[in-house]
């Protein structure tokens, strides 16, 4: 269990997300290009699942439910979606977690990308015990999306993060990756996405392809995959998460579920200088990602 792995995929969660939002859908592949000065909601989602797990030592739905909203309410401009705002202030007025509350909002539930961006930490934890680490991506996700696509993205994504921070970087190979997470996945929608990856890769399809095969929106299943596709397709951080971004779309998204990645498979100690020492709040996210790996470290002793 690596330390620097679990550093690595919390700030790059941060630095994909702060370089995505700042030239979010406008630019194409730069080298130079430089994280902005703020990262958004993705990051303080992230931040607050990562809390939770720490302080709760585990899953917990009302502690994770009340940090997201206590943590909203203190840095609501960071540039939340409608939609978990409201869910907050139901629970603000005594609703219950586990009511399924985006239901009330989204016939059949959310299928956005608010579970799978945030869901880092639970892959981090739980990246020695598929079967938690599926539940505790369920129920997280279900507090804000409850939609099949939606915590499944959340439960791949996870899965991804888990892989990426079991593997040796240099014995790393694409297609074995490619190969459990389609073993992983248990919805259609994704195993089609996983299979196109292949020809994708093979091919080194241009950007227009990835994004009309894989998406780059806001839903689930049109980002997580994306995601995953810039990291198997690069093979180093900084071409992973540029990649991402230049895709457009939700690129702040698709940058911090990317940088998540390729932050735990490559530690960080790889990740780009210029981008850590510009990061926000980098100190507490660190610190946060010791925590989190000391408590996993406590878990797995007892």
């Known amino acids: 269990m690596?330390?620097?792995k679990f550093i690595g995929s919390l700030l790059g969660t941060a630095i994909g997300d702060s370089l995505g939002a700042q030239g979010e859908g406008i630019f194409h592949l730069q080298g130079t290009k430089e994280i902005g000065p703020r990262y958004t909601d993705d990051t303080a989602m992230m931040i607050g699942l990562a809390e939770s797990l720490i302080e709760c030592k585990g899953f917990s739905g009302e502690h994770m439910a009340n940090r997201f909203m206590e943590n909203f309410e203190r840095e609501p401009w960071r540039g939340y979606a409608w939609g978990p705002p409201r869910i907050f202030r139901m629970i603000r007025r005594g609703r219950k977690w586990n009511e399924m509350l985006d239901r009330e909002i989204y016939p059949g539930g959310s299928y956005g990308n608010g579970a799978a961006m945030r869901i880092a930490p639970v892959g981090l934890f739980c990246h020695d015990d598929p079967k938690m680490l599926r539940e505790v991506a369920y129920q997280s996700s279900q507090i804000t999306h409850s939609h099949e696509w939606a915590i499944e993205g959340a439960a791949l994504e996870a899965c991804a993060v888990a892989m990426a921070v079991n593997l040796k970087a240099e014995n790393f190979n694409k297609y074995e990756f490619l190969k459990e997470l389609m073993n992983f996945t248990r919805v259609g929608i994704y195993?089609?996405?996983?299979e196109a990856m292949k020809s994708l890769l093979d091919e080194g399809a241009p950007r227009g392809k990835v994004i009309r095969e894989l998406g780059n929106g806001v839903e689930a299943m049109n980002s997580v995959?994306?995601?995953i596709y810039s990291f198997l397709c690069n093979s180093d951080f900084e071409s992973s998460v540029i990649y991402a971004v230049s895709l457009?779309?939700?690129a702040d998204t698709i940058g911090a579920m990317t940088g998540a990645i390729a932050g735990a498979c490559y530690g960080v100690d790889e990740i780009t200088k210029r981008w850590m020492n510009r990061l926000?709040?980098?100190?507490?996210?660190?610190?946060?990602?010791?925590?989190?790996?000391?408590?996993?470290?406590?878990?797995?002793?007892k």
Do not use: C, M
């Open 2 to 4: 690596n330390l620097a």
């Open 191 to 194: 195993q089609k996405k996983l």
């Open 225 to 227: 995959p994306a995601a």
């Open 248 to 250: 457009g779309g939700d």
């Open 280 to 301: 926000e709040n980098r100190e507490y996210i660190k610190k946060l990602a010791e925590k989190l790996w000391e408590a996993k470290k406590g878990v797995k002793g």
